[in-house]
């Protein structure tokens, strides 16, 4: 079995910051991409950055500049530094990441974690 588990989300102020955490356990062999996307109310679920197993990041143009992904591999973890905070950051803010295990590899999401900005 594996579980990612998400934290860090909240009620932030617009300018304010936000960290976001999400840590994988279980029987686990090694896991490659990670990532966050987020989905607001009536909305589809977006990308807002992914990084792999090497460190290289991609980040969606809305958060660019604003938000960064990082991941501690010792740790299993995978982080959402969020800076400059909008009212249009809203949403439930889903982890995801690509798990390799003894009997294969799979994408696995957490249970989501919600980030509200407003004043």
């Known amino acids: 079995q594996v579980q990612l588990v998400e934290s860090g989300g909240g009620l932030v102020q617009p300018g304010g910051s936000l960290r976001l955490s999400c840590a994988a356990s279980g029987s686990i062999f090694s896991i490659n991409d990670m990532g966050w996307y987020r989905q607001a109310p009536g909305k589809q679920r977006e990308l807002v950055a992914t990084?792999?197993?090497?460190?290289?990041?991609n980040h969606a143009d809305s958060v660019k500049g604003r938000f960064t992904i990082s991941r501690d591999n010792a740790k299993n973890t995978v982080y959402l530094q969020m800076s400059s905070l909008k009212p249009e950051d809203t949403a439930v803010y889903y982890c995801?990441?690509?798990?390799?295990?003894?009997?294969?590899?799979?994408?696995?999401w957490g249970q989501g974690t919600q980030v509200t900005v407003s004043s």
């Open positions: 995801n990441a690509h798990i390799t295990r003894i009997v294969g590899s799979s994408w696995y």
């Open positions: 990084i792999t197993s090497g460190g290289r990041t």
